[in-house]
């Protein structure tokens, strides 16, 4: 029987009523004692890493979890991370990129109603997690919810109420369950290389949502304060060229040696600025690269994890975009 850690940060799986309202409450012990099926399905040890709602997880706490796996990687067959919905995504695409070419599963989890109350979506979730974390098809840094597995680096919440809350963008699922039975689609990789933890992330990232008249002006107040900059632009990426305010603004924020990361603001089917001039324009200007299919989870991120491995630019560049984890296709 394989032997899994439960880590728990919190999140509406762990939270009970308060005074203001829902709050992460149930300690790993007791929401073990929620799903007794466990003990059928391998052997199970807790460590309880945060009580929080997942709105406050952040980069901090993504190393926290890299680093907790990392010290006892070597006493477990895999690992169950219960967490939050709201920013599960986040955290799923920034273990891909701290933690590369793994040899146990990491499982993420968590529901959209507490596990305190009756039938919800709490139990089913926390069972098919360890059930995918027991299984010798597991592999990599998975998001399982609502019968899916999905990739780390492909998981984005596209509900924010409703129990099929997560979907696979641009990319098939792992493997599914048909009730209790897991069904692979995509097959286990031979890793050719040995775990790698690299867990120094650079937080001085922002994301700009490009809006129709935006004011260029607004490089000016990001030059001090980031080292990597993602623009959200429309359809398949760009800057509004009328009025030259935007892209002067660029200008100026790549000769100051920020990385500037195209995306866009549609989910499905990703960037491309090779297709209008609008495009072309801005890939031409020193520093850009282009997020092409990524998910704005995996953008962020990877950002921030390429920003704080690399001696410089150039390498950030590299490592931003070479694939990992299936982010880039």
């Not at 920013?87 to 993420?108: F, G, H, R």
């Not at 960037?271 to 031409?284: C, F, N, P, W």
Request: glycine share 8%; aromatic share 10%; proline share 5%.
């Amino acid at each position: 029987m394989k032997k899994v850690l439960l880590l728990t940060t919190g999140g509406t799986i762990a939270s009970k009523p308060g005074e203001n309202g829902l709050s992460p409450a149930i300690g790993s012990e007791e929401l073990l004692t929620f799903v007794p099926e466990l003990s059928e399905i391998c052997r199970v040890e807790t460590m309880q890493l945060y009580h929080l709602d997942s709105t406050n997880i952040g980069p901090r706490q993504w190393v926290g979890i890299a680093e907790a796996i990392r010290e006892r990687c070597g006493d477990y067959d895999g690992f169950v991370i219960t967490h939050g919905t709201d920013t599960m995504a986040y955290t799923a695409a920034a273990l891909s990129y701290l933690i590369q070419n793994p040899d146990k599963p990491i499982v993420l989890t968590g529901s959209q109603k507490s596990i305190y109350n009756r039938d919800t979506d709490a139990r089913n979730n926390l069972l098919r997690a360890f059930l995918y974390a027991s299984s010798d098809q597991a592999w990599g840094v998975q998001l399982v919810f609502d019968s899916k597995v999905i990739l780390g680096t492909r998981a984005r919440k596209v509900r924010s109420k409703s129990f099929n809350a997560f979907s696979s963008i641009d990319y098939p699922e792992t493997a599914v369950f048909r009730d209790m039975k897991l069904i692979p689609f995509l097959p286990k990789p031979a890793y050719r290389q040995p775990p790698r933890f690299d867990t120094k992330l650079d937080e001085k990232v922002f994301l700009l949502r490009l809006l129709p008249g935006m004011n260029g002006d607004i490089f000016d107040f990001l030059i001090p304060c980031y080292n990597g900059l993602i623009i959200e632009g429309f359809g398949m990426g760009g800057l509004p060229t009328l009025d030259k305010s935007l892209l002067k603004g660029l200008e100026r924020w790549t000769r100051s040696g920020g990385l500037t990361v195209f995306s866009t603001q549609v989910q499905h089917e990703g960037s491309d600025l090779s297709i209008y001039e609008v495009g072309r324009v801005a890939k031409a200007l020193p520093g850009v690269l282009e997020a092409h299919d990524m998910t704005p989870e995996a953008v962020v991120t990877k950002l921030m994890w390429a920003l704080g491995q690399a001696a410089g630019q150039a390498e950030a560049r590299r490592l931003f975009s070479t694939p990992v984890q299936f982010d880039l296709i």
